[in-house]
Every structure is written in C-alpha cells, then in structure tokens.
C-alpha cells in the first residue's frame, strides 16, 4: 500500500503498452508466397495449373466428339464439332488463369482488337503461297500431278468455305495451345527461344497420331513450329500464324488435294498424284515430308525476318 502511494505521487508519466508489430501481420503467408511472385503467379504454377485444366477439358471434349459423331450422318461435321471442342479446351483454362493473373486476354497471343485484320490475311497469303511454291517445284520436277477436278458446280463452294473453317479451327487449337499461354509462362520462366524450342517439338509430338506420318514429316513440324514462334517474336500476337496455319492446310487438303500430316480428307478439289522418291515427295506424309518443305519454309523465315525486322514480343 504504501509503494502504490509512493509510485502515484513520484509525477512520471504511466509506461504505454508496447505498440503492436504490423510489419509482421503484413507478411504474406507461405501459401503465397509459394504460388506467387514479384510477377504474379509463378510461371511453373502457371503452366502446371494450365495442362492440370486442360487434359481433363480434352477428355470432355472427345467424349462430346463422340457422341456427336453416333448422332451425325456426316463425318466430316463431327471433324469441325471435334476440332472446335478441341479449341475451348486450350482456351476455356487461360480464360480462368488470366483472371487469377489480372492479365489483359490480349498478352496471350490473339488480341481481340486485331482479330481477323492485315496481319491474319498476309499470312494467309504467305501460307497459300508457301505451299504452292513447293508443290511447284515438285510439279516441276515431274513429281506432282494435279490431275481432274474431283468437285464440281456448287461443291465446290460449299467445300472449299468447309474447309476453310474446320482449317481455321485447327489453327486456333494449335497455335494458341503451344504459342498462346503455354508460349507467355514459359517465357516467363525460361525466355522466349527455350521456351519456343520446347513447345515446338511438341507441337510435332502431337501429330504421331496422325496415320501415314514419319519422322521427316514430325521434324517438319517442329520446323513450322519455329517458325510461327518467329512470327509471334516479330509481330507480337498470333494473327500472322494463324493466317499462315490455315491458308497453307486449306490448300494441302483442298485446294491441291494431297496428303496433310500423313491425313488424306474427302471433299477435295482435284484427283492429284505424286511420283517419285519419298525424300521428295513426302510420301504417305505429303509435302510436309519433303526435304524440299525444309527449303521453302527457310526461306519464309527469312524474307519474314528480313521484313519485320522489330521484336515486338514483349513481356
């Protein structure tokens, strides 16, 4: 009692509480920091997460292929209903992920803004042009036949506006699946060219499925595969090689009518022919197979690249 008095009547101010230590309640937790970085989710997440949505969405996907195609009378509609279930799958988990990115739809390739502009319609001509020139050389060479027209009247029209959208649809499957999300993370991670180099080989992984396909027709793949990655380094987005994608299939399977990755399609403009050696003419593969193709695509990568000349990838 008497140390209480003494305390009260001493005049020195009563000691504060401790002030409380916000800098540790501002830390982030181990959760987040082990998903997230100084540049938003970490880009091994990203594109783990990415392939985690995709392989189950695929699988929906064929089993929806599937049973439009027990309904359907026609086989090739249920090739353009597979082919668009195949695109939502590589779309549907970056839409999910860039909201979790707060990233711009744009930074993955096909910016809406520009969608369907100059540079889709000049790839579409260098990619028509592309595979005309080698099958030029190849006629030249006494190996191409062109044939008699297998379409006429109104079958034509109808065919040729067919494949020219089930041809759109592949390349948007394909090139936003290896360059479009995949392409951004793994950039992020690695850089652009190892990153490139990585999904253009699988880019020609993927096409083992398809029959009548050899090895020189697989690294033929992966050499348009680089390609494209060039034109994405060049452009900035994906329009270009989407243009380029579809104009030169539509014209393999169609326009030409020949084989495209080792796949010979119905609804085909002409009864074409090849005749000769298959390291020239590709064989069961196609033009694709040829060692001519490895010719004509190097040269389209370098008048592209003496063309656009700025790198306009950017992240």
């Given at each position: 009692?008497?140390?209480?008095?003494?305390?009260?009547?001493?005049?020195?101010?009563?000691?504060?509480?401790?002030?409380?230590?916000?800098?540790?309640?501002?830390?982030?937790?181990?959760?987040?920091?082990?998903?997230?970085?100084?540049?938003?989710?970490?880009?091994?997440?990203?594109?783990?997460?990415?392939?985690?949505?995709?392989?189950?969405l695929w699988g929906l996907a064929g089993v929806w292929a599937d049973w439009w195609h027990f309904g359907s009378t026609s086989g090739l509609w249920s090739m353009m209903v597979e082919e668009l279930g195949d695109f939502l799958t590589a779309l549907i988990p970056a839409l999910v992920l860039s909201r979790v990115e707060h990233r711009p739809w744009g930074a993955y390739g096909f910016p809406l803004r520009r969608a369907f502009g100059k540079l889709f319609w000049v790839g579409a001509v260098w990619g028509f042009s592309g595979i005309s020139l080698l099958l030029a050389v190849l006629y030249g060479l006494?190996?191409?036949?062109?044939?008699?027209?297998?379409?006429?009247?109104?079958?034509?029209?109808?065919?040729?506006?067919?494949?020219?959208?089930?041809?759109?649809?592949?390349?948007?499957?394909?090139?936003?699946?290896?360059?479009?999300?995949?392409?951004?993370?793994?950039?992020?991670?690695?850089?652009?060219?190892?990153?490139?180099?990585?999904?253009?080989?699988?880019?020609?992984?993927?096409?083992?499925?398809?029959?009548?396909e050899?090895?020189?027709?697989?690294?033929?793949?992966?050499?348009?595969?680089?390609?494209?990655?060039?034109?994405?380094?060049?452009?900035?987005n994906l329009w270009f090689a989407l243009g380029f994608h579809a104009a030169w299939d539509w014209g393999e399977t169609f326009f030409y009518s020949v084989p495209d990755s080792g796949m010979v399609s119905p609804g085909h403009l002409l009864q074409s022919s090849f005749s000769g050696p298959n390291w020239l003419t590709g064989g069961t593969v196609g033009p694709e197979g040829s060692v001519l193709c490895f010719v004509v695509i190097a040269a389209a990568a370098l008048l592209f690249e003496r063309t656009y000349r700025e790198a306009k990838y950017k992240i």
């Open positions: 009692m008497v140390e209480l008095q003494k305390d009260a009547g001493s005049g020195s101010p009563p000691e504060s509480p401790p002030a409380p230590n916000f800098a540790v309640a501002a830390q982030p937790s181990y959760a987040r920091t082990l998903f997230f970085g100084p540049g938003g989710l970490r880009p091994g997440w990203g594109f783990a997460f990415y392939v985690a949505m995709f392989y189950p006494h190996a191409f036949s062109l044939g008699h027209l297998a379409l006429h009247g109104v079958r034509i029209v109808k065919f040729a506006a067919f494949w020219a959208v089930m041809f759109l649809l592949v390349g948007l499957f394909e090139e936003f699946l290896l360059r479009g999300y995949t392409q951004f993370t793994l950039t992020r991670g690695m850089g652009f060219w190892p990153a490139a180099f990585a999904l253009s080989c699988v880019f020609g992984l993927i096409h083992l499925r398809n029959e009548g050899s090895w020189p027709g697989l690294l033929a793949v992966v050499f348009i595969g680089l390609f494209f990655c060039l034109t994405l380094r060049r452009t900035g």
